[in-house]
């Protein structure tokens, strides 16, 4: 299975600065959070600095000219590589498509600077249009640069916000240990829905690790609290509860 430390790992590898994989994924990795959260103009403003990133990355393949992450020229390197020779249809994707992309992006959060004399608030549609963008274009660089297929990237693309949460350990079993002692079951239960969102556990996994002789009860209670979604297929956070954990149980800050 694609994870994004071995396809990080493989675009160091092929010459591709670690700065900006490193930041290209910290900021993908905001996007996808304040789209979940519903903060339409924070993601559209890192949607265009996943642009910018993703041009840098595609140069620095490309030309072998390493790019300062803290000064790129969005438009210098978008006509750099319009305008090179396409050889190959992969080619094309990497040198045309990915770039015109990132440039409707680009050109969405530039508009945003200009006040929306408007009844309609076009604000959701043109997030929900740059998140799918950027999931494109980081799946193209999965197909393309990764050599992986389409499965993989559509699971690497799906597992953007799971994050690795120094409190809990995990183990060959799936099953999780929550190292901190201080956590209620009602904290734990939602910690470890947190670490594999946004994956949907069942209530035996859960228990697996939360280990409560009643968690019917706590799973109950937060589900009227809107904190968690019970369907058949397993439980998951709700956006409510995804901010309850970042507010109340840790600082968000610490595990981006």
């Not at 438009?75 to 050889?87: D, R, Y």
């Not at 995990?170 to 956590?183: N, Q, W, Y």
Request: charged share 25%; aromatic share 8%; proline share 2%.
């Amino acid at each position: 299975m694609v994870t994004y430390k071995k396809f990080c790992e493989e675009l160091i590898n092929q010459g591709i600065d670690k700065s900006i994989v490193d930041k290209l994924i910290e900021e993908y990795r905001i996007v996808k959070k304040e789209h979940l959260l519903g903060d339409e103009e924070k993601a559209i403003l890192h949607a265009a600095k996943v642009s910018d990133l993703v041009l840098a990355l595609v140069k620095q393949k490309v030309s072998g000219t390493l790019v300062d992450v803290n000064n790129i020229q969005f438009g210098v390197i978008f006509n750099e590589l319009v305008n090179l020779t396409k050889s190959t249809p992969e080619y094309v994707i990497l040198t045309l498509a990915i770039p015109r992309v990132a440039q409707s992006i680009f050109t969405i959060r530039s508009k945003k600077n200009v006040a929306h004399v408007k009844t309609i608030d076009p604000n959701f549609i043109d997030c929900y249009y740059c998140v799918c963008a950027c999931d494109w274009m980081l799946s193209e660089l999965v197909l393309l640069l990764y050599s992986a297929d389409p499965n993989e990237a559509n699971e690497l693309i799906n597992s953007i916000l799971r994050k690795k949460i120094p409190t809990i350990e995990e183990f060959e079993d799936g099953t999780v240990v929550i190292l901190r002692t201080d956590l209620s079951v009602k904290h734990q239960i939602l910690l470890v829905l947190y670490n594999f969102y946004p994956k949907r556990l069942s209530v035996v996994e859960l228990n697996g690790s939360v280990k409560s002789s009643n968690i019917y009860a706590y799973l109950s209670t937060l589900e009227d609290e809107k904190l968690i979604h019970k369907a058949k297929d397993g439980i998951k956070l709700t956006r409510r509860g995804i901010a309850f954990v970042e507010k109340e149980i840790f600082d968000e800050k610490e595990y981006r």
